[in-house]
């Protein structure tokens, strides 16, 4: 069975973390101290990390899904993997309606929504036909891609277009503007998403590499994304970023002229981010799926996406609305199973390790 390198399982977490969290300035209600929200919840990111980590060490051979029937047993086992599998369609659905929209607005605006959706559906599937394998090379070269693109234009608008006296003064509210914005805001997005991991770590060549290339890919995904809210508020300042939509490349449309389309560069790359995110949201869903039901993989593959395309469409009326919820009861959502679940499903694991352990030490 072929696997995918401690690299590949970096670049799968940067390119996961910045999907389409890239587009906003995260922690923006702080105002001026938005960009301290990542510095601060960088702490939080790691231990969430070392949880998945931890859990996945009950059993470093199998997946999320496989060890959830271990620690809860058959048939609570399988509602819990049920939980799971369909949290991550329900992100892949999100996100798939994130992706089109994108496509349309910036790049294909002649083009439907329908139309933008079936073709993502269409490559969804081919992709993930051939396993997490196909998904990481193909993550690695468009990320590269999508970094080359992003890079120069953010250097440009940092030194050419950005006003850094935006971000002062520093603090002024103390940290509680900061900590409502961690939580339940960076935690359920994207640090919660992260749950998606566990379904990929047992697919690592070198399992003992994992945390450091996991922890360090969470760093660097933080960092990136702190110089992003940076720019995009030096930028637009602090009224605008808040209130306009993809305000990264509304800030590159701000220096756009005949020679400079920033604006381009920066939709194309963070699509192409985006959609990778996409794929290995669905690769957890059609192979939790698929365990719970023991139906075939690749059959799974080609139907699973074509379900969330058509639920993609239909999930929101419109842009507002998806947003709406995205940023209300969908957090609470996200904190919910990729926060709590796995802390109760440790609590569980090591309890039933202590009961086991009494029980043969009154047996002795």
């Not at 048939?75 to 999100?94: A, D, Q, T």
Request: net charge positive.
């Amino acid at each position: 069975m072929k696997k995918i390198s401690n690299l590949q399982l970096f670049i799968l977490v940067v390119n996961f973390l910045l999907g389409s969290a890239i587009l906003f300035p995260l922690g923006i209600k702080a105002k001026q101290d938005s960009y301290l929200v990542m510095v601060f919840a960088l702490p939080l990111g790691i231990i969430l990390a070392m949880i998945y980590i931890k859990i996945n060490s009950i059993d470093p051979q199998k997946n999320l899904i496989e060890i959830n029937k271990e620690i809860f047993g058959r048939y609570l086992g399988w509602l819990v993997g049920m939980i799971y599998s369909s949290f991550f369609l329900y992100i892949s659905i999100r996100n798939i309606r994130d992706f089109a929209g994108q496509l349309n607005h910036f790049l294909v605006t002649q083009a439907s929504l329908k139309s933008l959706t079936l073709l993502a559906i269409i490559l969804i599937i081919y992709c993930i036909y051939y396993n997490i394998e196909m998904i990481a090379r193909v993550t690695t070269f468009t990320l590269v891609i999508g970094l080359l693109l992003l890079t120069p234009s953010t250097i440009y608008l940092l030194f050419f277009s950005a006003d850094l006296t935006t971000l002062q003064p520093v603090l002024a509210k103390g940290l509680t503007p900061i900590w409502k914005e961690i939580y339940p805001g960076i935690l359920a997005f994207p640090l919660a998403e992260l749950i998606i991991f566990p379904m990929v770590f047992s697919k690592v060549n070198n399992y003992k590499n994992i945390k450091r290339y996991f922890i360090r890919a969470i760093s660097l995904s933080f960092l990136i994304l702190t110089i992003n809210t940076v720019t995009i508020v030096s930028v637009l300042g602090i009224t605008l970023a808040e209130n306009v939509s993809y305000p990264l490349v509304r800030s590159g449309q701000i220096v756009s002229g005949n020679l400079l389309k920033l604006d381009f560069f920066i939709a194309l790359s963070t699509t192409l981010i985006l959609f990778e995110k996409i794929k290995l949201l669905m690769y957890g869903a059609v192979k939790g799926f698929s365990i719970l039901f023991n139906l075939s993989y690749k059959r799974l593959s080609i139907i699973l996406p074509i379900i969330a395309g058509y639920l993609s469409i239909i999930i929101a009326p419109g842009r507002v609305q998806h947003l709406e919820f995205g940023l209300g009861p969908s957090l609470w959502i996200n904190i919910g199973i990729g926060i709590y679940l796995p802390i109760i499903s440790l609590l569980v694991y090591y309890l039933k390790r202590l009961f086991v352990k009494n029980k043969k030490s009154d047996d002795g």
